[in-house]
C-alpha cells in the first residue's frame, strides 16, 4: 500500500457523499416528494424531471464504491478487511444497476440490485468494522453500529414494516448508513496513513519499528503477569498448623478431659 493508493481510495470513498448532494437536487425539483413517503427509486422514474441526474448518481456511486474497496482493500486486516471487499464491491455493483434499470422499467432487476446494494452494504460495514479495528477502536465500533442499524432496517424495509418512519423514511435509514459509514473510513484510513506505512515494509510485513513495538509490548505484559503473581502470593493466607498430637486426640474424643488427661473415660 503506497501513500497515494490511500489518499485516492479515501478521496473516492469521501466523494460518495455526492449522493445526498443529488438527492437534494432531485427532490427539489419532483413536485410534492416527501422523504418520509416516497422512496429514493422515485427519483430515477420517468415523473421526476432530473431522472437522469439521479440515475447517473446511482451509477457514479457504484463506481466510488467499488474503486474505494480495490485500492483501500489490501491495507484492511483480516478476514473482516477481505471479506468487507466483497461485499462493497457487491453493493457497489447493486448501485449502479440501479441507476441503469429504473423502478419503472425493468422492475425485477431494480428490486434486487436494490436489495443486493442495501443488505451487501450493511453487512459490508460490519466486515469493514473488523479490518479497521487494528487501526482504530473508536472508527470499527462506529461501523460496527452503522452496518447493524443497516441490516435492521433493511431486513424491516423488505418486510414492509415501516413503523413512524414511513417507507421512504426507513429505505433512507438502509442506504444512508453505508455513505457515512464509507466517509469516516475513507478519512480515517487517508489520515493514519502515516502511521501505518511506518509500522510496515514494502511487502505488508511488519517494519522494524513495528518488531520492537511489538517486542516492548510483550515484556510490558509479562512484567505485569508476573508483578500480578507476586501480589497474589503475598497476599495469600498461610495454612493451619497441623495440631498437637494432646489436642488432636481431643478433638477426635468427646470423652476427653483436658483438665485431667488421665481421668478415666466414660462408656
Known amino acids: ?15 460518495t457523499l455526492q449522493f445526498f448532494v443529488v438527492e437534494a437536487i432531485a427532490a427539489s425539483r419532483f413536485g410534492g416528494y416527501a422523504y418520509t413517503r416516497d422512496t429514493i ?44 471487499r466483497v461485499l462493497l464491491t457487491v453493493s457497489g455493483i ?3 444497476l440501479v441507476g441503469v434499470f429504473p423502478s419503472d422499467g425493468n422492475a425485477t432487476v431494480h428490486a434486487v ?8 452494504g450493511a453487512i459490508g460495514l460490519t466486515a469493514l468494522a473488523y479490518g479497521v479495528r487494528p487501526r482504530s ?10 452496518g447493524l442499524l443497516g441490516i435492521i432496517a433493511t431486513i424491516f424495509f423488505g418486510a414492509a414494516v415501516f413503523l413512524f418512519l414511513g417507507e421512504g423514511g426507513t429505505e433512507r435509514v ?64 498461610p495454612e493451619p498448623r497441623p495440631a498437637a498430637p494432646v489436642q488432636q486426640a481431643a478433638a477426635d474424643d468427646d470423652d476427653f478431659d483436658p483438665d485431667d488427661p488421665w481421668a478415666p473415660r466414660r462408656r
Open 137 to 146: 477502536e473508536g472508527l470499527g465500533t462506529t461501523l460496527a453500529v452503522l
Open 94 to 96: 447493486g448501485v449502479l
Open 113 to 120: 440490485a436494490a436489495g443486493a446494494h442495501l443488505l451487501g
Open 174 to 237: 438502509a442506504a444512508y448508513v453505508l455513505p457515512i459509514g464509507l466517509v469516516a473510513a475513507g478519512i480515517a484510513l487517508w489520515r493514519q496513513k502515516d502511521d501505518w506505512l511506518a509500522l510496515t515494509n514494502p511487502d505488508g510485513t511488519p517494519s522494524r519499528r513495528q518488531l520492537r513495538e511489538d517486542a516492548r509490548l510483550q515484556r510490558a505484559q509479562q512484567a505485569a503477569a508476573r508483578d500480578a503473581a507476586l501480589e497474589a502470593a503475598a497476599t495469600r493466607r
Open 1 to 15: 500500500m503506497t501513500d497515494s493508493r490511500y489518499r485516492l481510495g479515501g478521496l473516492t470513498w469521501v466523494l
Open 41 to 84: 427509486s422515485d427519483l430515477g422514474t420517468a415523473e421526476s424531471s432530473a431522472r437522469v441526474l439521479m440515475n447517473g448518481s446511482f451509477i457514479v456511486q457504484g463506481v466510488l464504491i467499488i474503486a474505494g474497496a480495490l485500492l483501500l482493500g489490501p491495507g484492511l486486516a483480516g478476514t473482516g478487511g477481505r471479506l468487507s
